[in-house]
């Protein structure tokens, strides 16, 4: 849990307006004077170099922390209410323990394939080229609401078999879920469990359609898998597709608007690549190292775990800070600088290990895809606006990014 009010001074704040609004110098800072740190403020460990970081990941002693910790932690009353989402986010893989992570890991690795991607590229392509069209009629665009998030939505979508007339609902509900993430209130959180609970009435009955005429998409796979005895029932293929709704485009949505925020702040970057479009591969890769989108994995401490000196002992909580691993210069030559012919690009980003995000090609694919097609398109791209909110701990997002062309 949490807690900003501790009795002493905290050796580092993680929670003045300067950390807030960019934790980057401070994290800058732990790495050098107190890489694995034990923070009163945050009720746990905090792992912040590279070396540290990919350990951490790679060792079955730091176990994943289930999504329902806050929940659990709640009075009972509370709890109660909440009930159904609790339930709900348990079903998701990787919340309740490593087995089922690894049984539907298994199971998306049938349908993340290299030619299941390759195909996708086409409309890919489409639907970048429709979001685009509609911006350059507008003469600009706000990146977030009206490129970052539909693109990829719209994407996860279609591999999931839901109809084009649903899509903006599906968003609305997704962006519902982003507050069981945040220090969210009551209120916030029982909107989150009403989504939930929307989403997942929803998506049972293309579940059963699928049951009936099975198709090359996601869901498929699922009855499939269902039916070979890999997957329950359709409550958990329904919690899965929730999740998958989510997450399938967060990740994306985070990249396209940091990945051109970093482009806009560093004018040199964007004309040589805008100059060499064979850069794109590499500028992708510095935009996930540099711009801070993998954020903060929570881990609990299995067994006591020696690690720089320090003992941590089972139980305890551990921060591992992807964000500031990605700009350890130990790994990293010169890593606060953004640089997209950075060679040996090996950022922790998309995790490492048996929890290495599965959507991580996807991503890729559709961040090459758009900034290929959107750079060229406008040569006269300026900056108009440009908003964060805080993410915590020691992150923060994107919440408006208006460009003109």
């Not at 300026?382 to 460009?403: C, F, I, T």
Request: charged share 25%; proline share 6%; with cysteine.
């Amino acid at each position: 849990m949490i807690n900003a009010n501790t009795s002493t001074p905290p050796r580092y704040d993680f929670f003045t307006p300067e950390v807030v609004r960019d934790s980057h110098p401070l994290l800058t800072r732990i790495r050098s004077e107190d890489p694995v740190h034990f923070s009163p403020q945050l009720g746990g460990w905090l792992l912040t170099r590279h070396a540290d970081v990919v350990a951490a990941l790679k060792d079955p002693r730091f176990i994943q922390a289930t999504g329902t910790g806050r929940l659990d932690a709640m009075p009972e009353e509370a709890r109660q209410q909440l009930r159904p989402l609790r339930d709900s986010i348990r079903m998701w893989m990787g919340n309740d323990n490593t087995e089922d992570h690894l049984r539907f890991q298994r199971i998306l690795k049938k349908y993340f394939t290299p030619s299941t991607l390759e195909a996708l590229r086409p409309r890919i392509q489409e639907l970048t080229n429709e979001l685009l069209d509609a911006a350059q009629a507008r003469g600009g665009a706000e990146v977030v609401s009206e490129l970052a998030y539909p693109l990829p939505a719209n994407v996860i979508a279609e591999m999931l078999g839901v109809p084009t007339k649903d899509r903006e609902l599906l968003q609305t509900w997704s962006r519902d879920l982003l507050n069981i993430f945040r220090s969210s209130t009551m209120e916030q959180l029982l909107q989150s469990q009403k989504s939930v609970m929307e989403m997942t009435d929803y998506m049972r009955p293309i579940v059963a359609e699928h049951r009936l005429t099975p198709r090359k998409d996601l869901i498929s796979v699922f009855v499939e898998e269902e039916a070979a005895g890999n997957i329950r029932n359709t409550e958990e293929i329904a919690a899965n597709c929730v999740l998958l709704l989510f997450a399938g485009h967060e990740t994306t949505a985070n990249l396209i608007c940091n990945g051109l925020s970093a482009l806009l702040d560093h004018p040199e970057q964007l004309a040589m690549l805008r100059s060499n479009p064979e850069l794109m591969q590499s500028a992708v890769e510095e935009m996930l190292r540099y711009s801070g989108i993998g954020g903060v994995i929570l881990r609990v401490a299995g067994t006591q775990i020696e690690m720089g000196g320090k003992q941590i002992q089972p139980g305890q909580l551990v921060f591992v800070s992807l964000a500031s691993a990605n700009r350890d210069s130990d790994s990293f030559p010169e890593g606060g600088r953004f640089d997209i012919t950075r060679k040996h690009n090996k950022h922790v980003t998309f995790g490492y290990g048996a929890y290495y995000c599965l959507g991580a090609s996807l991503a890729r694919l559709e961040a090459q895809i758009f900034f290929s097609t959107f750079l060229p398109r406008f040569p006269n791209l300026r900056l108009a606006n440009r908003e964060w909110v805080p993410s915590p701990p020691l992150g923060r997002q994107l919440s408006k990014l208006d460009v003109t062309f």
